[in-house]
């Protein structure tokens, strides 16, 4: 029966294309919310901060980042670019990523009608627009957004150039030009420029006649130069000891080559629908419907099909090659083809339901709905704030003395850089720890520094703390003084985020000689910590968290 067809197209006024917008506008009106709360900058992000308030255009585009940060020249140029002429306020340095944020969420509708019917679109856009890796590092200055924005751009170009039987030149010429520009904003681009493009060329030969060979072959050349120049350009600023600490830090990301590299990789991309979309466990599940939704849309669109997997070709090849790290935040410019993937294996079940039953098709559909609104009670919708240090001064500025003392974990030493100041924070007025974290005897070393602090009232700021360090100078201070008042402020996060879930001041009274002569930093009973590997040792204390008080 006629009222029993399930819609595979719409119009522009279409109630399904309304659904979309309203999916469309959830995910802007979230990104936009948590964006103007202006929370404290994440310690990544003020170490890139610290790169574009110290250094010229110029040196940002010529030279090694400090602080063991890499980023894309154009993006960089970006952030200073709102530095200067908008200030140093959280709105206008996250400017560009909630512009990408917002610009993702239209190219991925563009993407998904060209993949899903309409049914199924609004779903998998308030997938992307409700999810939690694309909200949060959605308002970030960090390039994840760029680079989620600028893989979908490709997409919708990749796909639009196969789709339309002759695509004006205008656009073939447009597409060329892109590629010789965006690679320079977003490293990760390159994996889907290399996959679309050695796709598309495969897909133009394969054409009877090859009609399209001449204009793909241009195009996807003039993608080969931009990214070979950006790959250049990257490879010349990025010293070795960044090297090597980048690939100590994201080791876990790179593929085994072994009997564990499919396990690996499985279990990296359900990771992504746990913590990065927040979907029902086990979280396997939604893997295995991956691949369904993979075998469909081979079968259906198979051009569409070859142009969502060549991108994850290239990336798992590079991770297994040892060169590029395919695990959580570094994956999500390609989780938005995991969703499409997905909801082509719903709409397999839904097609099959509606050709029985309509009440049975709407049935499957409203099944589709579940983990997308599961996940927004699982995860806790914005605002985010990891590692809330400016609130936590600020609380601090209204009870400390003039003559108290404070204490500053290493952790804490890129916030107080940044926020320290506008609290009453300035460099002098606090000790900043060393970073000793893994190194043998690591607490005891603490524990010598807040020795110089004996005979005063002191804070202890614990910010990004080790456990183990935590534990050890909270009991020693236990030991020698006394405890007052204590100020917390905790993360907002979904409830899978990894990280250090409190920042506090914790106040300590080291006024008694007599209760301080029990201890000594030399004294002091501690048990023996765990052995660490040479590589702990070595570069645990290097990168963004490991600020000197003489930074």
């Not at 789709?163 to 597409?175: H, I, K, T, Y």
């Not at 070709?313 to 499409?340: E, G, T």
Request: glycine residues 8%; contains cysteine.
């Amino acid at each position: 029966m006629k009222d029993q067809k399930f819609p595979l197209t719409t119009t522009r006024w279409s109630g399904w294309w309304w659904l979309a917008l309203g999916a469309l506008l959830v995910g802007a009106a979230l990104r936009v919310w948590q964006w103007q709360l202006g929370t404290t900058l994440f310690m990544d992000e003020l170490a890139v901060v610290h790169n574009l308030v110290t250094r010229s255009a110029g040196q940002l585009v010529g030279q090694p980042l400090a602080e063991a940060q890499v980023a894309p020249p154009l993006f960089l140029l970006a952030e200073k670019a709102c530095l200067t002429w908008l200030g140093r306020s959280e709105q206008a340095l996250r400017l560009p990523a909630l512009l990408a944020s917002l610009a993702a969420l239209a190219l991925f509708w563009l993407v998904a009608q060209r993949v899903l019917a309409p049914p199924l679109v609004p779903l998998a856009l308030l997938t992307l627009a409700v999810g939690f890796t694309f909200v949060y590092y959605g308002t970030q200055v960090k390039q994840y957004a760029s680079d989620t924005a600028i893989g979908l751009l490709v997409l919708w170009q990749a796909l639009r150039l196969r789709d339309e039987p002759a695509p004006p030149s205008r656009f073939w010429v447009l597409a060329g030009l892109g590629g010789l520009v965006l690679p320079f904003y977003s490293q990760s681009s390159l994996m889907v420029f290399a996959g679309c493009g050695a796709a598309l060329l495969l897909l133009a030969a394969l054409d009877a006649g090859r009609p399209r060979l001449p204009a793909t072959a241009a195009v996807v050349g003039a993608w080969t130069v931009g990214c070979g120049a950006s790959l250049a350009l990257a490879q010349a600023a990025l010293q070795p000891v960044d090297r090597a600490f980048m690939h100590y830090f994201w080791r876990e990301g790179l593929l085994p080559v072994n009997a564990h590299f499919l396990s690996k990789l499985w279990g990296d991309v359900a990771e992504r629908w746990a913590n990065g979309l927040g979907w029902l466990h086990p979280t396997s599940i939604w893997v295995v419907l991956v691949l369904v939704g993979v075998v469909v849309l081979w079968q259906r669109q198979r051009p569409a099909a070859l142009l969502l997997l060549a991108p994850w070709a290239m990336s798992i090849a590079a991770a297994a090659a040892q060169q590029f790290p395919l695990r959580m935040r570094l994956m999500d410019f390609l989780v938005p083809s995991l969703i499409l993937f997905v909801f082509v294996a719903f709409q397999a079940g839904v097609q099959w339901a509606w050709q029985r039953n309509r009440t049975l098709g709407w049935g499957a559909l409203g099944i589709c709905t579940l983990p997308v609104l599961y996940s927004t009670t699982r995860h806790n919708l914005p605002p985010y704030a990891t590692e809330d240090a400016k609130t936590l001064y600020a609380k601090l500025a209204q009870v400390r003395r003039p003559t108290d003392a404070v204490y500053a974990y290493y952790g804490a030493g890129q916030y107080l850089r940044w926020y320290g100041p506008q609290y009453g924070l300035s460099p002098g007025s606090y000790l900043l720890g060393h970073c000793y974290r893994r190194q043998p005897g690591a607490e005891r070393q603490y524990l010598k520094e807040v020795d110089a602090l004996r005979g005063r009232r002191m804070w202890l700021l614990m910010t990004h703390a080790a456990p183990a360090d935590d534990r050890a100078l909270t009991s020693y201070l236990d030991a020698i003084g006394r405890r007052g008042q204590r100020l917390a402020v905790r993360w907002r996060y979904p409830d899978e985020g990894v990280g250090y879930p409190v920042v506090y001041a914790q106040l300590y009274d080291l006024t008694d000689a007599k209760q301080a002569a029990r201890y000594s930093a030399a004294t002091f009973p501690l048990a023996p910590g765990p052995a660490q590997t040479a590589d702990d040792i070595c570069w645990s204390c290097y990168g963004p968290q490991t600020i000197t008080a003489t930074n």
